[in-house]
């Protein structure tokens, strides 16, 4: 790392096995920091406004190779067979073919040799610098993942997009100037150090990425969580989110690991980048994720670190260890982790497990519930990353909906079920790259048929579902008996089993079961009563549900909502208090 | 001149319970039509169940009731600005009732409630005017001194300097407060001219300062205070989803802070009023 001008200098190796069953003709580098090369690049081309972070980066990035050579060809010199932009994109060079002079057979293995230069740009999003801090990642070139049935999984760099590529052994060694710091996954090993300089050595296996982090300010905090060596990196400033990060990793590693399978590496690093840098935060590499936030935050009753911190650590199982494509099937590791870091904060906090203070809580699951409702009716959930338009349909629908429809489906079929069909797909597809078929196979087994349609619909159609009470009417009384007739209606494409409560009334309240209400029906309810108010879903088991006004049908004026009014009056009144001229 | 003469017993509580009565009054022109488009909302059967389980259900309501609320929204705007000038009237008409007992005759409170009103607005735009201006300046200097102070004092360092200068913000924008107060407390002593009145009222603040800043400061805290242990009780107690009793608690909890806020406010008024008499004997001699 030169720090005063911001470049990694890197010599690189790479061995790899043709272990498809097709010849190899080419091989495919992800060069990603070359979407910061220029501003007609496929990343930059999208408007600031559609990408997950909205800045500029006013100083460019790239990532140059110098060198490229196949040791089994004789050294032979590959640069002039490296594309200089990606296929059919001449101003975006992040997707490299390399177009090699003999096939590499199944089974046989190229070692490449390369020497490159990464420029890293001014921090705009994950990678970059701000001041003396260094997010140092997609920074070497990366081979893409080919699939066993000889297909390359590569992409160029797209805006809404995240990463892909194959499990490997990664054996690093870093040289930076003396002063800094260095934060990367795996055990460390000192290898030398001069007046100026350090270097140190990192391995680790089974990994798909190695990102990297360089500061003069880092403070380490170690910690052991049975056989798992977790360190924090965080500024001095940061000692009571470094507190709440480690409590949050101790829980997460123990619940996630029991949920699903144990962490399956032997160290975590955890980065914390300063507040100039927040735009590296929020982010998963295998065996390092980076958090974020004010040094305030744990004083304020906001459990964001927490919900950061697990759900970074989620992305350990659900893209670390399982590496679904990220660019492919986004659902697949935000939603699931998502979902999964949802139900860890309900365990840890209950109903304050987004915002706890002694006059006010809030759940994480309430906000991600409206949320979801706003990004109904927009298409499938497992699409491509870039097909989502933009960043806010990503995450309304991929971070929010596909949660709650998973919510949804524990409320209705049973939570245990559920986490029992997910935790199987999880340990059957450890280090597999699975897709969305894969995913939907084991929700087939392990799930009841209408929940496993619900998801199917969902992710590959358009899962939406408004249940309503429409109507209620009453015929007068015959031989005591009212003759009460409830109307009522399912729109959408999604079908789930409901509770329909009815209160009469002599103040009698019943329920009955429906397995399935159709797109208009009428429930006779003869009673000695008159119906009151009917009610669908009273517990409120279908968040998924488009519209929550329609569920409840009242005859005759609402009641008085005297809580209601005396809340409004109050806050109106506070109001005045402070504002009366 | 008559000497000043203490008000009969009763009056100022009359006063209170009348500003606290329309207050009220002009609370519920904006909260009535927000109630009735919250309260049509069929995602709850029972009032209580609003407000159990960390009040989830509340947050349902608002997002369910969202489109119903935006479409109000123009009105709720139209409603709070009539309250808002109506409680500058009543503002108005507290001030002269404060400084009545001095004249005998209603008819003239009225007259000198027509001299005074015009005035009074005036002094209420030109208040909010001057916070805007300086909270404008203020966000600009937070802005640009965060990035240029972090490499040297770190985040928490900035941050603490940054809340400094919001601190400072803030006594400025009470200054302004206070100032605008005791220039309104001129225009009804004298029924001067608004100019007169502030450059007046800035003399009074100048000799002063430190008895008219802790008294709002005192004032302020303590409707804050109030304001907190009433939220704090009202939460931690659960009053709103307890029974009809802990509801009822709830009730005079909060009516009893409105109310102690307004006399505190009123009790800074007349104290003020008193002030500006001070001002004027000394003034004279």
Redesign the interface.
Known sequence: LDAAQHRVQGTETIEWRNSSEVPANELYLHAYLNAFAGPRSRFLRQAPEHRRSSSESPIPGGLIIRKLSARELGDMDLLPRLAKHSPDDPDDATDLRVDLPTAVAPGQVVTLDLEFTAVLPALVERAGFS?TFHAIAQWYPKLARRTKTGEWKHFSYDALAEFSSDFGDYDVTLDVPNGFVIAAPGHSTLVAQDATRHRERYCTSAVHDFAWFAWD?FVVTTAQFGTVNARVYA????AGNTRRTLESLKFGLDQFGTWLFPYPYADLTVVHP???ARAAGGMEYPQLITTGG???LSDVGLHAIEALTLHELGHQWFFGAIASDEYWFPVLDEGLTSWLEAKAMQRRF???SLIDT??????E???R??QA?RYSRRGPLAIPAPDFGDFDGLAGRVYARFPTLLDTIGAVYGEARLATAIAGFARKYRFAHPDVSDFLEAMRMGLDHGAYMALSTSLASDGWVDFA?TNITVAPSTNGVFENRIQLERRGTLDFPIEL?V?FENGHIARRHIVSVRSSQWIDWPYVSRVR?A?LD?E?RIAIDD????????VGP?????????????I???L?????? | MKAWRKPREGYRLKLLLFLYAS??GL??C??TP??AA???????????G??R?????L??VL???RSCISALSAALLMLGSFA?AA??VL?TAAWILLHSKRLLAWPSIVDHFGDCIGK?VII?VGTAGSVAVLLGCWYVVFGSIG?WL??IL???GT?WVQLATFAIALCATAAIFIVADVTRAVVVTDRASTRFALSTALQICGRAWPKLGFDAAGRVLS?VAL?AST??AV??FQW??GTALT?FA??VS?EA??LL??ML?VGWMAYLLREVQRFKRTVRR
Not at chain 1, 547 to 554: A, I, T, W
């Open positions: 001041g300010r500024s001095r400033d940061q300063p507040d100039n004010p040094w305030f209950g109903n304050a002694p006059f006010f809580s809030v759940s699951a309430a906000l519930h409206l409702r009470v409560q209160q108010v009610t009273p409120h519209d929550l006004g329609n569920q409840s049908r009242r609402p009641d008085t909502n005297s809580r209601l009014a005396l809340l409004i009056h109050w109106l009144s506070i005045w208090s402070f504002g009366w001229p | 207050s009220i609370i519920w904006i909260a927000l109630y919250l309260s049509n909302a069929a995602v709850f059967d029972t009032d209580v609003l407000f389980a960390g009040s989830e259900w947050l349902v997002d369910a009731q808002y409680n500058t503002s009074l209420a990035a972090e490499p770190g985040e928490r941050d409707v304001q939220a704090w939460t931690h709103l989803s509801f709830a009730v909060v802070s409105a806020s307004i406010r």
